[in-house]
């Protein structure tokens, strides 16, 4: 069923998969509360700025803000 698909599908970063809540998709996500960057594969400055809604941002990463 197509439905459930999609409903797993937006339980997930779409960058690196890992598990997002409905809060989190519906304050960063984009206009259909998905979400293409999380906390575990970007920076909260950068998805503040738009990255977790999808937005390019030639900024830092969370690998190179580790290094």
């Known amino acids: 069923m197509q439905l ?3 409903a797993a599908e937006m339980d997930c970063c779409l ?3 890992s598990h997002v ?5 519906r304050g960063f996500g984009d ?10 594969c ?8 738009g990255s977790a809604a999808g937005k390019f941002l030639e900024s830092t990463t969370q690998e190179e803000a580790s290094r």
């Open 4 to 6: 459930e698909a999609d």
């Open 21 to 25: 809540t409905p809060q989190f998709r």
């Open 31 to 40: 206009h259909r509360d998905r979400v293409h960057r999380c906390p575990s």
């Open 15 to 17: 960058n690196c998969g």
């Open 42 to 49: 970007d920076i909260y400055e950068n998805l503040s700025a």
